[in-house]
């Protein structure tokens, strides 16, 4: 079964940080680039982050810039996303997801492309960000 699971969500104050971690079975881990998503309360999800399929690679949404770092571990089967400075709109469920197996191919071309193209999607883990 081709899965995905994330952990490492909970409840942190504004300016805080937290590292999600996404933690893949069933597939050959390292042919995939794969992202993070965010959906904030009452919004569509949104791509914020995607990691190419050998770490070489990486993309980010304007708005967290400076603040989101994206890595994986493939020996471990693993992508990592760390928010620093946290604030209240950072709030919301964050996914991970892997895209069509392209060996680097997706995330370069942007986090438009690389959403178009996923199959694999994880359960989402809550992130709340609340003084």
């Known amino acids: 079964q081709l899965q995905l699971v994330e952990s490492g969500g909970g409840l942190v104050q504004p300016g805080g940080s937290l590292s999600l971690s996404c933690t893949s079975s069933?597939?050959?881990?390292?042919?995939?680039?794969i992202g993070w998503f965010h959906q904030a309360p009452g919004k569509e999800r949104e791509g914020v982050s995607c990691?190419?399929?050998?770490?070489?690679?990486?993309n980010y949404v304007n708005s967290v810039k400076g603040r989101f770092t994206i890595s994986r571990d493939n020996a471990q089967k693993t992508v990592y996303l760390q928010i620093n400075n946290l604030k209240p709109e950072d709030t919301g469920v964050y996914y991970c997801?892997?895209?069509?197996?392209?060996?680097?191919?997706?995330?370069?071309?942007?986090?438009?492309?690389?959403?178009?193209?996923?199959?694999?999607w994880g359960q989402g883990i809550q992130v709340t960000v609340s003084s």
């Open positions: 997801a892997a895209s069509i197996p392209s060996y680097d191919a997706m995330c370069i071309k942007g986090l438009r492309e690389f959403a178009s193209e996923i199959r694999i």
């Open positions: 069933g597939f050959t881990f390292d042919l995939y680039d």
């Open positions: 990691i190419s399929s050998s770490g070489v690679y990486t």
